[in-house]
């Protein structure tokens, strides 16, 4: 048996969410090869073969695959997908969006967002919301696969020395072209690969409390900052922030939840992380049945002594 990762990067470097993959690639049993589809793509491709456990690297270059458009990598996937037994994607927007593309054309059912490996056919994921864990067994020739990142330790980004082979690219699909994209310039830590996160929760009112209770606690921490849909939904923080089911799936070094009631959804993004701490005025807050440490208090006052104290 061979696993297949798809990496995911920006031609220049490697997204953590690969180093993730890889992990769960290994725990599938066999090599594990990785594929870097892109353009100028090499630093990329060596940087995947240093990936601890990486066997080869396989590197496929072309201009249209220089922003992951999902109808071009999907069929670069298919075009080698017969020497594979598992081909697996990081469960991201880019991974969710070419996996059931190569699933579809394979014929084969797609298994989404493991957790856990128990066997080369066998895997656990998470449904109703994290509240239940399904296992799910495939006796499809070639399974197709996407982690949940925060099920799986990164492998190591140094220590391997696999070889890069450079594999004919497919034609352009012509079925997709990339127009531009926007993107919010942050200088904090990107929200799913960050150790802490700060999260903010309806209660607090409004953007401008937003950015005067929760960014100061985020500054001295050094944390990436979060929400919850509520807060999202009444516009206190950008989408991008959003924790939750619904949001980005997080599992940081520590949590600290402000404000936030702990709605199933949210609990579903965030109670994979290492600890959990909760602000919340309200001691029946669902939030305190995940959290390590819980403190019953007005976040307008204990948020700013907490930064004092800091």
Not at 84 to 111: C, E, M, W
Not at 170 to 186: C, L
Not at 195 to 203: C, H, L, N
Request: include cysteine; glycine fraction near 8%.
């Amino acid at each position: 048996m061979t696993a297949l990762v798809i990496a995911e990067h920006d031609n220049a470097t490697l997204k953590g969410a690969t180093l993730n993959t890889v992990t769960a690639a290994l725990a599938c049993g066999g090599e594990v090869h990785v594929l870097v589809a892109g353009f100028n793509a090499g630093a990329a491709a060596k940087a995947a073969s240093q990936v601890a456990g990486v066997a080869k690297v396989l590197h496929s270059e072309g201009e249209y695959f220089a922003h992951g458009l999902a109808e071009n990598i999907a069929a670069q996937v298919l075009a080698i997908a017969s020497n594979y037994s598992h081909i697996l994607f990081p469960a991201t927007a880019s991974g969710k969006n070419i996996a059931p593309r190569v699933a579809a054309k394979l014929d084969v059912a797609q298994i989404s967002d493991i957790s856990k490996v128990d066997a080369p056919d066998t895997f656990e994921r998470p449904i109703y919301a994290g509240n239940a864990i399904a296992t799910v067994q495939s006796t499809d020739a070639t399974r197709v696969i996407t982690v949940r990142t925060t099920g799986f330790d990164p492998a190591a980004a140094t220590g391997g020395s696999a070889a890069v082979e450079t594999i004919t690219a497919v034609a352009d699909s012509g079925k997709s072209s990339f127009m531009g994209s926007e993107i919010a310039k942050n200088d904090r830590p990107e929200l799913t690969a960050a150790k802490i996160i700060v999260s903010g929760g309806r209660a607090l009112g409004s953007a401008e409390k937003f950015t005067e209770v929760i960014t100061p606690l985020a500054d001295k921490l050094g944390a990436a900052m979060g929400a919850s849909r509520a807060a999202v939904d009444a516009g206190y923080a950008p989408n991008d922030w959003q924790v939750g089911q619904t949001g980005k799936i997080v599992a940081p070094q520590l949590y600290i939840a402000c404000g936030i009631s702990g709605a199933i959804q949210h609990l579903a993004g965030m109670k994979d992380s290492k600890v959990i701490v909760a602000i919340n005025k309200d001691e029946e807050a669902p939030i305190f049945s995940v959290a390590d440490y819980g403190l019953v208090a007005d976040l307008f006052v204990a948020v700013p002594e907490l930064v004092k104290a800091l």
